[in-house]
């Protein structure tokens, strides 16, 4: 999962430009979502990387990473905790033994 040293990398980041105070949730909220439209800007005429571009992809993924992480931290989830969680419900919601090379959504 991710290491205390890069979520502790973030808030020193975040600290040395006193950028806390525009943190609010809704703020990070919506810049995981800008941030994820320009990862998919990345794919926009083709579905796999390009390698002009891997670069640029690597860059975005950190971004909506980063502000995931920041969001995380600011409403104080554990980020092993909820993504474990997250993934028993799917395990619950999606049954390997029915969801096997499938990819219809769950009723």
Request: charged share 25%; with cysteine; hydrophobic share 40%.
């Amino acid at each position: 999962m991710i290491s205390d040293s890069s979520i502790n990398a973030i808030r020193k980041f975040v600290a040395e430009r006193d950028w806390s105070q525009f943190h609010t949730p809704g703020n990070l909220a919506k810049s995981i979502s800008i941030e994820a439209a320009e990862l998919l800007e990345c794919f926009q005429w083709n579905d796999e990387p390009q390698d002009s571009n891997i670069e640029h992809i690597h860059e975005e993924i950190a971004d909506v990473l980063i502000y995931c992480i920041m969001l995380s931290d600011k409403l104080g989830f554990d980020l092993d905790e909820i993504i474990l969680d997250k993934l028993a419900k799917n395990a619950q919601r999606y049954p390997a033994e029915f969801a096997y090379g499938n990819s219809n959504k769950a009723n």
